[in-house]
């Protein structure tokens, strides 16, 4: 195990940034501000089935189901029912200096599994959009999730199987930009990092990135989006001098340098239909893709799960959404989530690659807007 110093300074700026932008404006508010009109909250809970939890592997699946995976958490199942709490506060300054508003957004997040309590979850998110001319906003926001469960791997230093968990952060800065009334374009700096519990923190990572994205109103009532992003990880934990032998039989990739690359693209359309069953349907369909390549300069024999490995891992979603009530709306949403790999061993393909299939009900009551 290797301690690494963990860094908050960006999201200690990012916060910091975020409060300071909601009191400049009082200098110069154009009215005074009001609770009912500058504020909303809402809240959302979605419920449904997920077919591998853990995104195991199919092998991984067989040797679950012949109590053959090693583990110490002992998962009741590879598949669950899940719930999903929301709670999602947004404030509002009023316009200012003729046109500017500054505008925040917190959403708290709670993922339940019914059979597999362990894998439960908080997050916590922050948005804000900031103008700063008529067509260019500041834009900024900062995700967290203090503790989320990965599974259970051997630790080499301690000799034993422990639950790998880790603390998540990813923040993101830059500006928004609306071309024409239908085209707007954004571009932001973005950087997370991954810090694991005690066990682990050989798998420590930092990253560094860009993204970008379109928006494109197509027809009045049909909108194309699209998003890419560029990240470069540092496996920071990782120590060269550390390595050891690999042990194959436990199938772990705790060892070597799991540096990496990745290209991020994802596209898709948002329609509202016409009125079908007395009502009109908000649709949405997208399409992501994620290409990793590790970078670790170290052969084959030194380091067998990362050295000339990448994989694609995609994602269809399908969504679709209408109004049940006045301040209640709700739908179903579908989706398919799978990775494939490539590597130089034939071994990492058998325990990397994994299929997931989701499908669940959301619905969101609006307590004011």
Same mark, same amino acid.
């Given at each position: %195990?290797?301690?690494?110093?963990?860094?908050? /300074?960006?999201?200690?700026?990012?916060?910091?940034?975020?409060?300071?932008? %909601?009191?400049?404006?009082?200098?110069?508010?154009? &009215?005074?501000?009001?609770?009912?009109? @500058?504020?909303?909250?809402?809240?959302?809970?979605?419920?449904?089935?997920?077919?591998?939890?853990?995104?195991?592997?199919?092998?991984?699946?067989?040797?679950?189901?012949?109590?053959?995976?090693?583990?110490?958490?002992?998962?009741?199942?590879?598949?669950?029912?899940?719930?999903? !709490?929301?709670?999602?506060?947004?404030?509002?300054?009023?316009?200012?200096? @003729?046109?500017?508003?500054?505008?925040?957004?917190?959403?708290?997040?709670?993922?339940?599994?019914?059979?597999?309590?362990?894998?439960? +979850?908080?997050?916590?998110?922050?948005?804000?959009?900031?103008?700063?001319?008529?067509?260019?906003?500041?834009?900024?926001?900062?995700?967290?999730?203090?503790? &989320?469960?990965?599974?259970?791997?051997?630790? +080499?230093?301690?000799?034993?199987?422990?639950?790998?968990?880790?603390?998540?952060?990813?923040?993101?800065?830059?500006?928004?930009?609306?071309?024409?009334?239908?085209?707007?374009?954004?571009?932001?700096? #973005?950087?997370?990092?991954?810090?694991?519990?005690?066990? !682990?923190?050989?798998?420590?990572?930092?990253?560094?990135?860009?993204?970008?994205?379109?928006?494109?109103?197509?027809?009045?009532?049909?909108?194309?989006? /699209?998003?890419?992003?560029?990240?470069?990880?540092?496996?920071?934990?990782?120590?060269?001098?550390?390595?050891?032998?690999?042990?194959?039989?436990?199938?772990?990739?705790?060892?070597?340098?799991?540096?990496?690359?990745?290209?991020?693209? #994802?596209?898709?359309?948002?329609?509202?239909?016409?009125?079908?069953?007395?009502?009109?349907?908000?649709?949405?369909?997208?399409?992501?893709?994620?290409?990793?390549?590790?970078?670790?300069?170290?052969?084959?024999?030194?380091?067998?799960?990362?050295? /000339?490995?990448?994989?694609?891992?995609?994602?269809?979603?399908?969504?679709?959404?209408?109004?049940?009530?006045?301040?209640? *709306?709700?739908?179903?949403?579908?989706?398919?989530?799978?990775?494939?790999?490539? *590597?130089?061993?034939?071994?990492?393909?058998?325990?990397?690659?994994?299929?997931?299939? &989701?499908?669940?009900?959301?619905?969101?009551?609006?307590?004011?807007?």
């Amino acid at each position: %195990m290797k301690k690494t110093r963990i860094r908050h /300074g960006f999201a200690t700026l990012l916060i910091g940034a975020l409060t300071v932008s %909601m009191i400049l404006p009082v200098q110069s508010m154009a &009215r005074a501000w009001n609770w009912k009109k @500058d504020t909303g909250f809402s809240i959302t809970y979605t419920s449904g089935y997920d077919s591998n939890i853990l995104e195991l592997s199919d092998d991984d699946i067989d040797r679950f189901e012949n109590n053959e995976l090693p583990g110490s958490t002992s998962p009741s199942t590879y598949d669950d029912l899940v719930q999903n !709490f929301g709670a999602k506060f947004k404030i509002y300054s009023p316009k200012y200096l @003729d046109f500017r508003r500054t505008r925040l957004f917190y959403t708290f997040g709670y993922q339940s599994f019914a059979g597999n309590k362990y894998n439960d +979850r908080v997050s916590h998110s922050l948005f804000l959009m900031q103008d700063i001319t008529r067509k260019v906003d500041l834009v900024a926001s900062y995700f967290w999730i203090p503790q &989320r469960y990965l599974r259970d791997y051997y630790d +080499r230093d301690m000799g034993h199987i422990y639950p790998c968990e880790f603390t998540y952060h990813l923040y993101s800065a830059g500006l928004r930009f609306q071309v024409t009334k239908q085209i707007r374009l954004d571009g932001r700096y #973005e950087g997370y990092q991954v810090y694991y519990n005690r066990y !682990f923190t050989e798998y420590d990572s930092e990253s560094n990135g860009f993204r970008v994205g379109l928006q494109v109103k197509v027809l009045p009532k049909l909108v194309f989006d /699209g998003d890419v992003r560029y990240r470069w990880a540092d496996n920071v934990g990782f120590d060269q001098n550390e390595i050891v032998a690999n042990n194959a039989s436990l199938l772990d990739a705790e060892y070597g340098d799991g540096s990496y690359g990745e290209e991020w693209f #994802e596209y898709g359309l948002s329609w509202e239909t016409p009125e079908l069953l007395n009502r009109t349907w908000d649709v949405q369909v997208t399409h992501r893709l994620r290409h990793r390549y590790y970078t670790s300069d170290m052969s084959l024999e030194d380091d067998p799960f990362h050295a /000339g490995r990448e994989h694609l891992q995609q994602r269809l979603f399908l969504d679709v959404n209408t109004s049940i009530v006045s301040g209640l *709306s709700g739908g179903i949403a579908l989706e398919y989530e799978w990775r494939r790999t490539d *590597s130089p061993n034939d071994k990492v393909p058998v325990v990397k690659d994994f299929d997931a299939y &989701r499908a669940m009900l959301n619905f969101t009551i609006e307590i004011w807007d």
